[in-house]
């Protein structure tokens, strides 16, 4: 198994610019989110999906979209970048325990994303 | 609102010493907590887990957290650090997965 991939790696965008980080994951996982990291900040839900076709915002979802249309890929759109977004983004995926709600998380390698 | 916070931004440790980590939650219902670890330039791993049930729960790479319900803790332990060890180290609570702020915990030799 693969786990988590996230491409690409490293992206430096202008201000304006529109692009999309990929996310997939290979273990069959009901659930998968982004999320920011950033310094003394901890790491911050943007959105989450519980299954194919369902998605919902988190903690700081204005400026992102995201879409699921199959349960492997959960791919996050910025629609117009700015400064303020320039992070370090991780994709994770779950999946639920029985009866015990979420499982833990596992984590994609992230992608370190510039805007300048 | 379920949420947990980490009061130290940083811990320093020689190695071969026992080390905490520190973790407080505020949670509705029955806490479930989780711990990861994050390496330099890596994403989060999974370190162990509270459902319910031993308040000690052992996790991996020699990882153990202790739950206290009357101090809404959940603090993370090792009884002799490791210089690779050296972390960030973060607290999380399930049913939103909310984050702490992180802990960089360094072992020195």
């Known amino acids: 198994n693969a786990g988590v991939t996230q491409t690409p790696k490293f992206q430096v965008l202008k201000t304006g610019q529109s692009m999309t980080l990929q996310c997939a994951q290979d273990m069959n996982h009901e659930y998968m989110s982004w999320y920011r990291q950033d310094p003394g900040m901890g790491l911050r839900l943007i959105h989450y999906s519980v299954g194919a076709g369902i998605t919902d915002q988190g903690e700081v979802p204005n400026g992102y979209n995201v879409s699921r249309s199959t349960t492997e890929d959960f791919p996050l759109r910025l629609l117009s970048a700015a400064p303020s977004q320039t992070s370090v983004y991780f994709c994770?995926?779950?999946?639920?325990?029985?009866?015990?709600?979420?499982?833990?998380?596992?984590f994609g390698p992230g992608t370190r994303l510039t805007v300048t | 609102a379920q949420s947990v916070a980490q009061p130290e931004d940083q811990v320093n440790v020689a190695e071969g010493n026992p080390l905490t980590v520190k973790c407080t939650y505020s949670?509705?219902?029955?806490?479930?907590l989780f711990w990861y670890v994050q390496y330099p330039n890596r994403g989060l791993q999974f370190l162990l887990k509270?459902?319910?049930?031993?308040?000690l729960v052992k996790g991996s790479y020699g990882f153990e957290a202790e739950f206290n319900k009357s101090q809404t803790s959940f603090h993370l332990k090792k009884p002799s650090a490791l210089v690779s060890d050296s972390a960030l180290y973060f607290c999380a609570v399930r049913d939103n997965m909310r984050f702490g702020a992180g802990t960089r915990l360094t072992v020195k030799p």
């Open positions: 994770a995926s779950s999946y639920r325990g029985r009866g015990q709600g979420l499982a833990e998380q596992y």
């Open positions: 949670v509705s219902g029955n806490p479930y």
């Open positions: 509270y459902i319910t049930g031993d308040n």
